[in-house]
């Protein structure tokens, strides 16, 4: 049914949700977000599930955009990034708002969108080996359409820690950014999934629901409004002078114009 996700569910209504692009490090491109948007809604929909974790196949759980995607937004009009970049809002507001608790199972490493996908999990574990990053800064980017999600996520005092330097960072801080609750070593990764999981079964699935819309409308504002607003800052990076800069270095390999390291 689909070709860059995978999604099964269990006997006890445990979905499994991955990304399927393993040869890409699970790279997104305007496929994988229209499956995402695809399946999480199907998820929200069906009364048997109960819980739905969140991971990738292969040695990454995602790296971001896909760079053939973003070499294609180098050549297109305001108009077309602003709906590529729509669609990767609406992926992460679908998942996020999911009245299912969303369980993040990242194996492995995670930047740019990756850390958005991490962000809009109710609880994310981690291995201990792995590295996160919000690197968009590097091509001329800004992290902005996951940029509610991770602000709301670490909060804006720690997020100014990595938000806009591009620096990795490895799992251990990525525990006390607050975008995972722990991390694991591999071969423990699947055992504190499931004790993750395994408390949702023994709890009635429309008080979770309402639970989990209750925080949500305590916590900050994501709204159309915000959205739009995320949208058009990136779209305003892609028409400056630094985004094709970066984007152009990093495909001829080459520093960009600003690099002093």
Same mark, same amino acid.
């Given at each position: 049914?689909?070709?860059?996700?995978?999604?099964?569910?269990?006997?006890?209504?445990?979905?499994?949700?991955?990304?399927?692009?393993?040869?890409?490090?699970?790279?997104?491109?305007?496929?994988?977000?229209?499956?995402?948007?695809?399946?999480?809604?199907?998820?929200?929909?069906?009364?048997?599930?109960?819980?739905?974790?969140?991971?990738?196949?292969?040695?990454?759980?995602?790296?971001?955009?896909?760079?053939?995607?973003?070499?294609?937004?180098?050549?297109?009009?305001?108009?077309?990034?602003?709906?590529?970049?729509?669609?990767?809002?609406?992926?992460?507001?679908?998942?996020?708002?999911?009245?299912?608790?969303?369980?993040?199972?990242?194996?492995?490493?995670?930047?740019?969108?990756?850390?958005?996908?991490?962000?809009?999990?109710?609880?994310?574990?981690?291995?201990?080996?792995?590295?996160?990053?919000?690197? *968009?800064?590097?091509?001329?980017?800004?992290? +902005?359409?996951?940029? %509610? !999600?991770?602000? $709301?996520?670490? #909060? @804006?005092?720690? &997020?100014?820690?990595?938000?806009?330097?591009?620096?990795?960072?490895?799992?251990?801080?990525?525990?006390?950014?607050?975008?995972?609750?722990?991390?694991?070593?591999? *071969?423990?990764?699947?055992?504190?999934?499931? +004790?993750?999981?395994? %408390? !949702?079964?023994? $709890?009635?699935? #429309? @008080?979770?629901? &309402?639970?989990?819309?209750?925080?949500?409308?305590?916590?900050?504002?994501?709204?159309?409004?915000?959205?739009?607003?995320?949208?058009?800052?990136?779209?305003?990076?892609?028409?400056?002078?630094?985004?094709?800069?970066?984007?152009?270095?990093?495909?001829?390999?080459?520093?960009?114009?600003?690099?002093?390291?």
């Amino acid at each position: 049914m689909y070709q860059t996700i995978s999604l099964e569910t269990d006997d006890r209504g445990v979905a499994r949700l991955a990304l399927n692009r393993p040869d890409k490090h699970n790279a997104m491109d305007a496929l994988m977000l229209e499956e995402l948007r695809h399946a999480a809604r199907w998820l929200g929909r069906d009364a048997a599930v109960r819980v739905v974790v969140l991971t990738g196949e292969g040695r990454s759980f995602c790296a971001g955009g896909d760079l053939n995607w973003m070499k294609d937004q180098m050549a297109a009009d305001a108009e077309t990034r602003a709906q590529q970049a729509r669609s990767l809002a609406e992926a992460l507001a679908i998942l996020d708002r999911l009245p299912r608790p969303l369980i993040g199972r990242i194996q492995g490493n995670a930047f740019g969108g990756g850390v958005g996908l991490a962000s809009v999990c109710d609880v994310a574990i981690g291995v201990d080996d792995l590295r996160m990053g919000l690197t *968009e800064v590097r091509l001329g980017l800004i992290p +902005a359409t996951i940029g %509610p !999600y991770v602000v $709301a996520r670490m #909060g @804006a005092a720690r &997020a100014r820690r990595v938000f806009f330097s591009g620096r990795l960072f490895g799992a251990a801080e990525a525990v006390e950014l607050g975008l995972l609750a722990r991390c694991v070593p591999a *071969e423990a990764l699947d055992a504190a999934v499931e +004790a993750e999981v395994a %408390p !949702y079964l023994a $709890a009635a699935p #429309g @008080a979770v629901a &309402a639970a989990k819309r209750l925080v949500a409308d305590l916590g900050p504002v994501i709204d159309d409004a915000v959205i739009d607003r995320t949208i058009a800052a990136l779209v305003a990076c892609w028409e400056g002078e630094e985004a094709p800069e970066g984007i152009g270095a990093f495909f001829e390999k080459r520093r960009a114009n600003w690099d002093n390291q």
